[in-house]
């Protein structure tokens, strides 16, 4: 987004989830979807466009340790250190208003992760992991 001059950029993003800011934050994706069709009548041309359902998902992208923060809040929540049992809302947040940029939010509500997997190769320095998610609604 183009705020006083200048696009907002990676370091400008700030998300809380679950209440709790993630400072291993290594990237973020989100998307509402809705269902489209044309509607043919008679000849070859469509006579308008139907809606259908709306969708919404995303993807996370985290570090190991935010990984294992959020694993051991399932824990404590659930007993059970599975994230695929988390329901948490996340607000997602472009721009510093303390440097006088307009800050832009968006608040994702009831994301359920749909995956929780583990990968590193050898030479890596860390672990990123990505989570796919679903979500309710988008505000």
């Known amino acids: 987004m183009f705020i006083n001059g200048r696009q ?3 370091a400008d993003i700030s998300i809380v989830l679950g209440g709790r800011m993630l400072e291993g934050l ?3 994706k989100y998307t509402p979807k809705q269902e489209k069709e044309l509607m043919y ?3 070859n041309k469509p006579r308008s466009i139907q809606k259908g359902n709306i969708s919404y998902d995303g993807e996370l992208s985290i570090d190991q340790g935010e990984l294992e923060t959020l694993r051991a809040f399932a824990l404590a929540k659930y007993g059970d250190r599975s994230i695929l049992k988390l329901s948490l809302d996340a607000a997602v947040c472009y721009g510093d208003p303390s440097k006088g940029e307009v800050l832009v939010t968006d608040i994702l509500i009831g994301i359920q992760f749909t995956e929780e997997p ?3 190769k050898q030479g890596d320095k860390f ?4 989570l796919p998610f679903i979500y309710l609604d988008q505000k």
């Open 26 to 28: 290594r990237g973020i």
């Open 41 to 43: 009548g008679k000849g």
């Open 127 to 130: 672990m990123e992991v990505s």
């Open 118 to 120: 583990k990968e590193m």
């Open 8 to 10: 907002y950029e990676f």
